[in-house]
């Protein structure tokens, strides 16, 4: 592997070397993610297929993109960020997803799921245009991202497109989660059929010495090969139908295999999907028996395959997720009428908590956000009362069927935004900072967010006592503060805030878990002979006017701190309020600027956004100095 820096080193070595270097790339991604976390069984199942395209084809001239792109690990290793790869996901190191801004060799930005073919296709289009149609584009996804309606509008519209588009659907059965839906059923079906995939290899060598005679002779052959697709095959093939060259299914561990059809695709034009079927985890034993631990697994070590938790030497408060799976397992054996709904997070949401006891009442649907919307908008309309669990990153999918499916027809709906606000290590396209902003601006809809775990239970249990429309619940990724959460229920009156210090020199006003950060902080100031009132608002809409009319008559200098994006947010939602009802104090708004940030601790990335304990405190002196000095002026 130290012979390689770029692809153009891959063709340099014989393929005993390639085989080798497959060996040495795997190990070399187990030592380091072994003891710097990231993302980790996806990329072991893809490295076969990783090295063989970079072989194959001329990277970047050629265009390799990757959906979703925590598969990518080794990928940039070979695209000269080996000697930089133990600062992947680290704060100002390398992203753990592709990123142009970062190497010619990430064609296109990625995190979220679904969008390859589409953006590969968009590359494709515009190389026909610029007369460059001898130059290959290859969209890299996998079967769990074909749950996403995006891929099919994409492989929809490829299908007319006169285009070197290749798709390799990476097929492993499993996304995060195993996948669920009646496409993991076809693609099965696909790969299991003994008699299909006997007499496909059989005629495959057989096609290649046909294409080879001709024009006339190359249509027989896709004659050949639709015929046998058709007849052995329980039902015609998808992809064929969407006009696509099916070829498939091929074993993606089979290095040689791989380079021989790689290199047979390319001399095919029009759109093309290759089927391979990998293994997640590859080569590490424990992360193939538990792919879904082993996807993001934290520290292990490296020799038992033993995830390393740590202990804390006192007892932890549970994190937000679990207190969700825990809560709404609670309420839904109370309240028959509760569904649960999540797109292809059951695990990371804890919804898995009540699919493993009521799974009659649990819906996976997949990578399909839009989907989920809307399906929990009819589960409303007949009565029913859904939790929609989507991570704030996710659902800005889904937007339109908010307001269209869900608010217009102001149903009772319980959206549960879990890792709403910085999430840290995974970075920009997984940061939540933009709910407050878009939930905030849509009718009927309820925004809130708990400042701790017994919160969180209160606003879910309010949100399901009667039909108050659309309700909004956001709340971070990590730990809550509260140990003894699990306390009777108690119905939080909507729009109502809470004060929870007293002070005269400024006031804070929070809301959500950042609140946790304002306290330390405001225990600082008190500690410099400063005293500040905080309130914690609970609700961004309704805000509650009684009390922003109390604190704005009470205090000239206001800070506003929310985990979230300043524009159009919280802060925003508190100066429109002054505004409008005539008052003039001072307000300082603490959140996440108008950019987007990259990826670090969570610890780190408040720093730098100016909310962390210490910022605010310095925030606070400065408005107290900059107010003695404007008075004495």
């Not at 990625?110 to 584009?137: C, E, F, P, W, Y």
Request: glycine content about 8%; hydrophobic content about 40%.
């Amino acid at each position: 592997m130290n012979k390689v820096e770029y692809p153009s080193d891959l063709k340099k070595l014989s393929p005993d070397d390639l085989i080798l270097l497959c060996e040495e790339l795997r190990g070399f991604i187990i030592d380091v993610v072994s003891s710097n976390p990231g993302h980790f069984a996806s990329s072991l199942g893809v490295i076969e297929l990783t090295v063989a395209m970079h072989y194959v084809f001329n990277a970047p001239h050629d265009k390799i993109l990757w959906d979703v792109g925590h598969q990518a690990y080794g990928h940039k290793i070979l695209t000269g960020r080996r000697k930089v790869f133990h600062t992947n996901r680290k704060y100002k190191g390398i992203s753990g997803f592709p990123k142009p801004s970062e190497s010619i060799f990430d064609v296109f930005g990625v995190g979220h799921a679904s969008t390859s073919i589409s953006a590969a296709l968009g590359i494709a289009v515009a190389l026909n245009h610029k007369n460059q149609s001898d130059r290959q584009v290859v969209a890299v996804i996998g079967d769990g991202s074909l749950t996403g309606g995006l891929a099919y509008e994409g492989l929809n519209n490829a299908g007319m497109e006169k285009t070197n588009l290749l798709v390799i659907l990476n097929d492993n059965n499993i996304a995060i989660d195993p996948n669920t839906g009646a496409m993991k059923e076809y693609l099965l079906d696909i790969a299991t059929s003994k008699t299909y995939n006997r007499v496909r290899n059989e005629i495959w060598h057989l096609l290649g010495a046909i294409r080879k005679l001709g024009p006339n002779a190359q249509r027989y052959a896709q004659q050949i090969e639709l015929g046998v697709k058709s007849i052995f095959l329980k039902q015609s093939n998808l992809f064929e139908s969407l006009n696509f060259r099916y070829f498939g299914p091929v074993d993606g561990h089979d290095l040689i295999r791989l380079i021989d059809v790689l290199r047979d695709l390319k001399t095919i034009p029009g759109p093309k999907i290759l089927h391979i079927k990998t293994k997640k985890g590859k080569g590490f034993p424990e992360a193939e028996l538990n792919q879904t631990a082993f996807h993001a697994p934290g520290k292990f070590d490296k020799i038992t395959g033993k995830i390393i938790n740590i202990p804390s030497s006192k007892p932890q408060p549970p994190r937000y997720q679990d207190v969700f799976g825990h809560t709404l397992l609670e309420l839904a054996r109370k309240n028959e009428k509760i569904i649960g709904i999540t797109p292809a997070m059951s695990t990371g949401s804890s919804l898995r908590i009540m699919m493993d006891q009521i799974p009659e009442r649990t819906y996976d649907v997949g990578i399909a956000e839009q989907h989920a919307v809307t399906f929990s908008a009819g589960l409303a309309i007949e009565g029913l009362v859904p939790f929609c669990n989507i991570y704030s990153s996710f659902i800005q999918r889904s937007y339109d069927q908010i307001i269209h499916d869900v608010a217009l027809q102001n149903l009772q709906v319980i959206f549960c935004l879990d890792r709403a606000g910085l999430v840290g290590d995974d970075g920009a396209t997984h940061h939540g900072v933009f709910d407050i902003s878009f939930m905030r601006n849509i009718p009927n809809m309820i925004v809130s967010a708990p400042m701790d775990a017994e919160e969180l239970r209160n606003l879910m249990y309010t949100a399901q006592l009667k039909n108050q429309g659309p309700f909004s619940i956001r709340y971070p990724k990590g730990y809550g503060i509260t140990l003894d959460w699990q306390k009777p229920f108690s119905e939080i009156e909507i729009g109502k805030g809470r004060e929870l210090r007293k002070g005269d020199d400024l006031a804070f006003l929070s809301i959500g878990h950042v609140g946790n950060i304002v306290a330390d902080a405001c225990d600082m100031l008190e500690h410099d002979g400063i005293h500040p009132s905080h309130y914690d608002m609970r609700f961004v809409k309704p805000l509650d006017e009684s009390l922003l009319k109390k604190i704005f008559r009470k205090h000239s200098l206001i800070i506003t701190v929310e985990d979230g994006v300043i524009s159009g947010g919280f802060g925003c939602a508190i100066i429109e309020f002054m505004a409008d009802h005539g008052f003039n104090s001072r307000v300082k708004r603490l959140g996440v600027p108008d950019q987007f940030i990259d990826h670090g601790t969570q610890e780190e990335l408040y720093h730098e956004c100016g909310f962390d304990k210490n910022a605010i405190c310095t925030t606070a002196k400065e408005m107290i100095k900059l107010k003695v000095f404007s008075e004495v002026n």
